[in-house]
């Protein structure tokens, strides 16, 4: 058996020991619990290998206080001689429980070859696979070139501004050569990139009047009524007609999407524990949260133009029509080009570890990919890791340990091929 390959199989305790402690520490967000608790942990762990470890409070990012800082770690390990520098980057962040689970969500029980939790598989499985890699790879070749780096950052779940993005944007990024994101999209597939993202708000404005009354006011429901049935008949064949090129996975996502996610009309709801009756009245104001995903073959300016001309449109047909729109959220949409260094490196080690040709996919939302892309600068940058993307964030997650263990053989050998002056096989 090859050195590397001995090194990884040789590991398997340990990488299902990682795992469940990383699992174990109960990382929510929001609000944002225990990210230092996390960042000590690996700490701990990687500094007396040699290691050197930072520690970066986002000062002021969003979500940052006293109460929950969000803290990320940074540990490097320098080689004997220049070369590239490998950075492998995981958010140590996790949604909310949710119900429906029938394990303990952050027991990481170890159940045959899967080991349950809330951030198993996104991504808690990848940030182990790639400290495992990293280090089976050190013990096969101690006098490597340039240096690795591992990351584990704060709140991608919720944009990761307080994690990549705080990063990027002081230049952690401006020495690195090849990034790989551990997200979990299988461990025979690439993913070179995402979609776009635009979050917007609409409201309909109204008059308020009494309900016994209406006709004296004018409901801002009825309004936004319009506007849902404009997007019905126009704007969902419109965008259900668009397709892309991009490798977009599932097959749905190759075209664009608009989702609704709110709708809020008249007064504010009341506590759950609240007994009495609404007031009477006409509401005056109506809005909804839209978040709509759009193509590389699509530009932002047109994007938002569509939505405005279809409030434009129902405006003329309805008299006192009156809207905002306030962006809440956008991103670009970013894909790496398939002969980049780090896709075509890692495509030759899926071949040689799992003996099949790599896949290439794109993610129908985004990930930290946007930070290293658009700030960092960094165009070089892949998501590859463990994992069925399907389990992300629903209940009784979990993570397959054969997986792991192949996907932490590719990574290693991606460090091998690229850093490793007398590479072998696998």
Known sequence: MNLLKAAIAARRDQLIALTQDLIRIPTLNPPGRHYRDICDYLQARMAP????????????????????????IVARRRGAGPGDCVHFNSHHDVVEVGHGWTRDPFGAELDGDRIYGRGACDMKGGLAASIIAAEAFVATCPDHAGSIEISATADEESGGYGGVAF?????????????????PLHKDRICLGHRGVWWAEIETQGRIAHGSMPFLGDCAVRHMGAVLAEMEAALWPLLAAKRTEMPVIPEGARSSTLNINAIHGGAAEQAEDYTGLPTPCVPDRCRITIDRRFLIEEDLAEVK?????????VRARRPGFRYEIRDLFEVIPSMTDREAPVVRTTAAAIERVLGREAGFVVSPGTYDQKHID?????????????????????????????????????????????????????
């Open 305 to 313: 133009a569509e939505v405005t001309a279809l409030l434009e449109r």
């Open 49 to 72: 290998q040699g290691w050197e470890c930072e520690m970066i409070r986002a000062h002021g990012a969003p979500g940052d206080s006293e109460q929950f800082p969000r803290w990320n």
């Open 167 to 183: 990063l990027a944007e002081r230049g952690a990024y401006a020495h690195v050569d090849h990034v790989i994101i551990p997200e």
């Open 374 to 426: 658009r700030i960092g600068k960094l165009k070089n940058c892949i998501a590859y890791g463990p994992g069925v993307l399907d389990l992300a964030h629903q209940p009784d997650e979990w993570i397959g340990v054969q997986d792991m263990l192949d996907s932490a053989g590719v990574m290693a050998l991606v460090l091998q091929d690229l850093l490793c002056r007398e590479a072998g096989s696998y």
